[in-house]
């Protein structure tokens, strides 16, 4: 079973969402057999490389109230991490592009497959809820992601380049087509959609679902004579 989510690595409610979905597969029964596959979403994709401002003032400025009540926001998503086992450092987060950061997890995915991708986007995340890291900064992404394992000559080729810049639209197109309009989003075998952060109880019951739908169990409506390994009761 394949699941493909769409998120931004300056998303909170993505990484919340992150670990509500690994909750749900920390006790599905057939979680060896979940394939996930990150894909690129920008939800500020005018945000600068070089950071300006904090999130809070962003927030603030963007929606109202000043920094306060960019703070009062963030007070919120911090408040639910927390239920998550996460402690961040967001208050301290800038806003920052992360065009960069997409076509790096597009080249852990193409060099390393979904396992090394989720290395490398877990350790984005991390970056920057968890350290307030500049995710926009090459440097730093490039200490980021060979931390994860990515090979520092390939990070360096995509940073130095426009490679994967294309996946990255490409992606953001498809989740546009799938309706989506914002992030976290999650499709489940191609076939399920989920939108936020759902509780991991939503995303045991959707992950149940698709199991059962596409491994479906004969149901036994009788029986009667019949040979098998042993030979034939006559």
Same mark, same amino acid.
């Given at each position: 079973?394949?699941?493909?989510?769409? !998120?931004?690595?300056?998303? @909170?409610?993505?990484?919340?969402?992150?670990?509500? *979905?690994?909750?749900?597969?920390? /006790?599905?029964?057939?979680?060896?057999?979940?394939?996930?596959?990150?894909? !690129?979403?920008?939800?500020?994709?005018? $945000? +600068?490389?070089? +950071?300006?401002? /904090?999130?809070?003032?962003? *927030? #603030?400025?963007?929606?109202?109230?000043? @920094?306060? $009540?960019?703070?009062?926001?963030?007070?919120?998503?911090?408040?639910?991490?927390?239920?998550?086992?996460?402690?961040?450092?967001?208050?301290? !987060?800038?806003?920052?592009?992360?065009?960069?950061?997409?076509?790096?997890?597009?080249?852990?995915?193409?060099?390393? #497959? +979904?396992?090394?991708?989720?290395?490398?986007?877990?350790?984005?995340?991390?970056?920057?809820?968890?350290?307030?890291?500049?995710?926009?900064?090459?440097?730093?992404?490039?200490?980021?992601? /060979?931390?994860?394992?990515?090979?520092?000559?390939?990070?360096?080729?995509? *940073? #130095?380049?426009?490679?994967?810049?294309?996946?990255?639209?490409?992606?953001?197109?498809?989740?546009? $087509?799938?309706?989506?309009?914002?992030?976290?989003?999650?499709?489940?075998?191609?076939?399920?959609?989920?939108?936020?952060?759902?509780?991991?109880?939503?995303?045991?019951?959707?992950?149940?679902?698709?199991?059962?739908? !596409?491994? @479906?169990?004969?149901?036994?409506?009788?029986?009667?004579?019949?040979?098998?390994?042993?030979?034939?009761?006559?």
């Amino acid at each position: 079973m394949r699941i493909d989510i769409w !998120s931004d690595v300056v998303c @909170p409610w993505c990484y919340i969402g992150k670990r509500r *979905l690994e909750t749900a597969l920390s /006790t599905f029964e057939h979680a060896d057999e979940v394939e996930v596959v990150w894909h !690129s979403y920008q939800l500020d994709p005018g $945000a +600068p490389t070089t +950071p300006v401002e /904090t999130v809070a003032e962003a *927030l #603030g400025r963007k929606y109202g109230g000043g @920094p306060d $009540a960019g703070r009062t926001m963030i007070d919120r998503v911090e408040a639910a991490a927390a239920e998550e086992g996460m402690l961040w450092r967001h208050h301290e !987060s800038k806003r920052v592009g992360t065009m960069d950061a997409h076509r790096l997890v597009h080249l852990a995915l193409h060099d390393g #497959g +979904p396992e090394l991708q989720g290395r490398v986007k877990e350790a984005l995340l991390s970056a920057y809820f968890i350290d307030a890291r500049n995710v926009a900064d090459h440097g730093e992404l490039r200490s980021i992601v /060979t931390e994860a394992g990515l090979d520092e000559a390939a990070v360096d080729r995509v *940073l #130095g380049s426009t490679e994967f810049a294309d996946d990255v639209w490409a992606d953001i197109e498809q989740a546009q $087509a799938f309706g989506a309009t914002g992030v976290p989003f999650f499709v489940v075998d191609n076939k399920f959609g989920v939108s936020g952060a759902q509780p991991a109880e939503a995303f045991t019951q959707v992950l149940e679902r698709a199991w059962s739908e !596409s491994h @479906p169990v004969v149901e036994m409506l009788a029986s009667g004579d019949a040979c098998g390994p042993d030979g034939c009761a006559i």
